[in-house]
């Protein structure tokens, strides 16, 4: 694992954000860096035959967020196919790896610049969709999601209601963030909670605060 890393930070694919606890911060430098990796990810799944899906609609669906803000197709679409193809969910075993995999689809039409991790008012936002809006100035929606996940094992609707109020008060942190406000320019704000029980999406809203 360490030589990967050092491999990838020796061909430009990461560099070093910082250091804490004497280990360093690594990121992925660019936006273009980031697209060529997330296209990466698919490729893997799809020439291994783990994970197939049909890219001309999976386009056609974040147009639709995009645009129309109709989100909700994105993620049941995902759900439903890694329902029927049943190798993926084995991969599916961490939040951060379910993040990562839903980044890597998030990113099939670049009108977002989609981050994971992003600094917002004091707390780190697991998925901000950032609005392109100096190449797609008639962007109407913009995206913020919290993602949950708790392992097949140890599921209860009571830890499925902790971390949904969890979800919520980290959107009401995060929505005020200066940065959040300045981007979005003119777009309308959507923050959306996902909950996933191991591969299994179980919770999929819209969080609306009482102010809006």
Known sequence: QENFISL?????????????????????????IQNLMYGYIRNGFKDVNIFKIDMWKLSDI????????????FFI??????????????????????????????????????????????????IYMEPFMSKYPDLEYS????LKYIARGEYSEKIQQEKI???????????????IQKSISSTKLIKIILIYKGW????CEEYKLENN
């Open 165 to 179: 109020q969890d979800a919520q008060e980290q959107l009401d942190q995060y929505v005020k963030s200066d940065r």
């Open 200 to 203: 299994e999406l179980i919770y």
């Open 8 to 32: 990838l930070y020796y061909f430009g694919l990461l560099t070093i954000q910082g250091e804490k606890r004497g280990k360093y911060l690594l990121k992925i430098p660019n936006l273009t």
């Open 77 to 126: 679409y995902l759900s439903e196919q890694i329902e029927k193809q049943t190798a993926i969910r084995d991969y599916l075993n961490g939040e951060k790896v379910v993040q990562g995999f839903l980044l890597a689809y998030l990113n099939v039409v670049d009108y977002y610049i989609t981050q994971s991790e992003a600094e917002l008012n004091k707390g780190y936002s697991d």
């Open 62 to 73: 974040i147009t639709n967020m995009a645009y129309d803000g109709d989100w909700k197709p």
């Open 143 to 146: 995206y913020l999601i919290e």
